[in-house]
């Protein structure tokens, strides 16, 4: 009985192998770069100008999903999920990044709201 039982659970390696072709095929590699041109150097989706922090902000503020996040964009999901992976690997880098554009944010308005004085 048990030998019968294992040769029924047996795998055929020519279905293995196809399988494995067809995920392997199907399977879209996005990548997180940095690029001192593209957005200041901070981290962005490949082939992009959409940075990290911009899904971020949609995914945990605005607690959108990573479809609509998808198709408010216009990429494919998988970049989406790049993007929120690389946050969670890098998350000092990410939110430095975030309260660096907040204070530069400060900095501008408090500039603008001076008076400026024409000699």
């Known amino acids: 009985m ?3 039982q294992n040769s029924k659970h047996r795998t055929n390696p020519e279905r ?3 399988i494995i072709n067809i995920i392997f095929f199907n399977y879209l590699m996005v990548n ?6 593209i ?3 901070k981290a962005c989706i490949e082939g992009t100008r959409i940075r990290v922090i911009d899904i971020i902000e949609r995914y945990k503020i605005l607690k959108e999903s990573p479809e609509d996040i998808a198709e408010g964009f216009a990429i ?3 970049a989406v999920f790049a993007a929120i992976s690389y946050y969670y690997k890098h998350t000092a880098e990410i939110k430095e990044s975030i309260d660096n554009d907040r204070k530069f944010v400060e900095k501008m308005r ?4 001076a008076p400026t004085i024409y000699a």
């Open 2 to 4: 048990c030998q019968s």
């Open 16 to 18: 293995t192998a196809t």
């Open 32 to 37: 997180i770069t940095h690029d001192s041109k």
């Open 39 to 41: 957005c200041g150097g």
């Open 76 to 78: 494919d999901i998988d």
């Open 110 to 113: 408090k500039e603008l709201k």
